[in-house]
């Protein structure tokens, strides 16, 4: 899912922004399926980053994971968990200090992921994108001007499970002789 962020100086003046930093704040899970209630779903929080500069913001999941929710948790039954999502930023110009920034106002949203499984050994992945108003640690603010957005990608998961896949490894390793 890709989303185009424009921002804008409030002063009409886009070059005031390069002593502005803005930082992704993400909640623990919310929301969560009972199936996957033992994993814990950490939140990736990325550096302040410069608002007059826009980068991909990454957000992501070890594939083994994967195939550990199809087999040894979800058994075929749909999971899904949630996190809330707001920015905070830093005005260097305005005498913000660094360790105290503010949240950015309308800039909540709940990023809902579902996991699904489709015909054997398959997988539905769902992330919704949707405005909300939230609250992320100490920080509040109003839903986000854009979305709802979706996307769904389905994969073919092949990995085998626990001692299977170690076993597996070993068989397809080269023997190594000392002569």
């Known amino acids: 899912m890709y989303i185009v962020i424009r921002v804008e100086s409030e002063s009409g003046v886009d070059t005031d922004l ?12 919310l929301a969560k399926s009972a199936l996957l209630d033992p994993i814990d779903f950490e939140p990736e929080t990325a550096d302040p980053e410069p608002a007059d500069a826009t980068r991909f913001d990454r957000h992501r999941h070890e594939i083994n994971h994967i195939g550990v929710l199809d087999r040894d948790v979800l058994h075929g039954q749909p999971g899904h ?3 809330d999502q707001l920015d905070v930023f830093v005005c ?3 005498g913000m200090a660094v360790g ?3 949240a950015i106002p309308r800039s909540g949203y ?4 579902m996991i699904t499984t489709v ?3 398959r997988l539905r992945f769902t992330v919704r994108k ?24 389905d994969i073919e998961v092949t990995l085998p499970k626990g001692i299977e896949a170690l076993q597996q490894l070993m068989d ?8």
Do not use: K
């Open 18 to 29: 390069n002593e502005v930093t803005d930082q992704e704040q993400v909640s623990n899970a």
């Open 130 to 153: 949707e405005s909300r108003g939230c609250d992320v640690g100490t920080w509040t603010t109003d839903a986000g001007p854009s979305g709802p957005f979706e996307v769904t990608h």
């Open 81 to 83: 968990w949630a996190n």
């Open 119 to 121: 015909g054997h050994d």
């Open 100 to 102: 105290a920034p503010s």
């Open 110 to 113: 709940r990023i809902t992921r």
């Open 172 to 179: 397809e390793m080269p023997v190594l002789r000392r002569g």
């Open 92 to 94: 260097r110009r305005c």
